[in-house]
């Protein structure tokens, strides 16, 4: 099997201080501005992060698009479980809202993107499984492939009861096999599960190893 | 100002609350001018939002599959003239 290269990464993460940020980092207040307000107004703000680093790394709209979350939009979706329990009518919005692909179908609304777009939930396995599929569109033919890995706020019910990062944050990365940096495979020390945190640190270079059920390490520029 | 225009400077905050709509003021709705479509640009998941809403804050319901419900919702004023004909206080 070919190698993933890097040929591009965007990060979105508010909790970061200034000396942690770099170039690649997005600015952290009032994401949103790649879609049109009417479609915006539907997104919660790492949803438009989201949308804002996809339409960064495919400005074109040439890729597939696979996007993940651990948890996904978590708070809107408690916000119905709560209006359910008190027998109250749902949102027609946030119920439209709430399946896994809803920041992938606004993105390609707003940029008349016609490619695969793919969202996937992995339980903590998000960023090997947005490589396998990445490496199976890249199989397929495609020139290269964007993915994005974010999580939004946990909702404070949640609060000690599910792995999350601790804050809102989002990453995305286009791939290909022939352009950019290769990421190598590298035996494990522990077994995590990365976040969108964890990934921004390694590409930022903060660590040397993205560790994961699958290890890896950025080849030397 | 009088009771109707009371109504619908309500409604007017009613449907920039509800459908969360960034950068519109009461100013800006038209009250003649389509809310769907071409004018606002709302859409169908909009008019979901606006007969829950109208149920929720005047007591007003709608049905879905009626005919008039179109007509209804084609303008602030005939939402306004709807809300002033079934309104339920």
């Avoid at chain 1, 909790?15 to 770099?22: E, F, L």
């Avoid at chain 1, 009417?38 to 696979?66: E, Q, W, Y």
């Avoid at chain 1, 390609?108 to 396995?125: F, K, M, T, V, W």
């Avoid at chain 2, 309500?10 to 003649?32: A, F, G, N």
Wanted: aromatic share 6%; hydrophobic share 40%.
């Amino acid at each position: 099997m070919k190698q993933l290269r890097l040929s591009e990464w965007l990060g979105w993460a508010p909790s970061r201080d200034s000396q942690a940020r770099n170039a690649c980092l997005l600015p952290p207040e009032k994401p949103g501005s790649s879609v049109p307000s009417m479609l915006r107004r539907r997104l919660d703000t790492p949803g438009r992060a989201t949308c804002d680093i996809l339409s960064k790394l495919d400005p074109d709209a040439r890729f597939p698009l696979v996007h993940a979350s651990r948890h996904g939009d978590a708070n809107f979706t408690l916000a119905m479980l709560k209006s359910l329990a008190d027998s109250a009518p749902l949102s027609p919005t946030r119920f439209s809202m709430s399946v896994h692909n809803a920041n992938l179908g606004v993105h390609a609304i707003a940029n008349h993107h016609r490619r695969p777009l793919q969202a996937l939930g992995a339980s903590g396995n998000e960023f090997n499984a947005l490589l396998w599929e990445a490496q199976g569109y890249l199989a397929e033919g495609y020139e290269a492939v964007v993915i994005v890995f974010s999580e939004g706020e946990l909702p404070e019910d949640y609060s000690g009861l599910a792995p999350h990062p601790g804050s809102a944050c989002a990453v995305g990365l286009r791939l290909s096999h022939d352009d950019g940096r290769a990421l190598v495979p590298v035996t494990s020390r522990r077994c995590i599960a990365p976040t969108p945190l964890d990934v921004i640190d390694w590409l930022g270079g903060r660590v040397p190893i993205l560790d994961a059920a699958s290890a890896w390490r950025l080849e030397e520029a | 100002m009088n009771q109707s225009d009371a109504l619908a400077l309500d409604l007017k905050h009613m449907i920039i609350d509800t459908l969360e709509l960034e950068d519109v003021t009461p100013d800006d709705i038209d009250e003649q001018a389509p809310l769907f479509g071409d004018g606002l640009g709302l859409d169908s998941i909009d008019a979901l939002e606006l007969g829950l809403a109208l149920q929720k804050r005047y007591g007003v319901t709608l049905d879905a599959e009626a005919e008039d419900t179109r007509r209804h919702f084609a303008s602030l004023a005939a939402l306004k003239a709807l809300v002033e004909e079934r309104r339920v206080d």
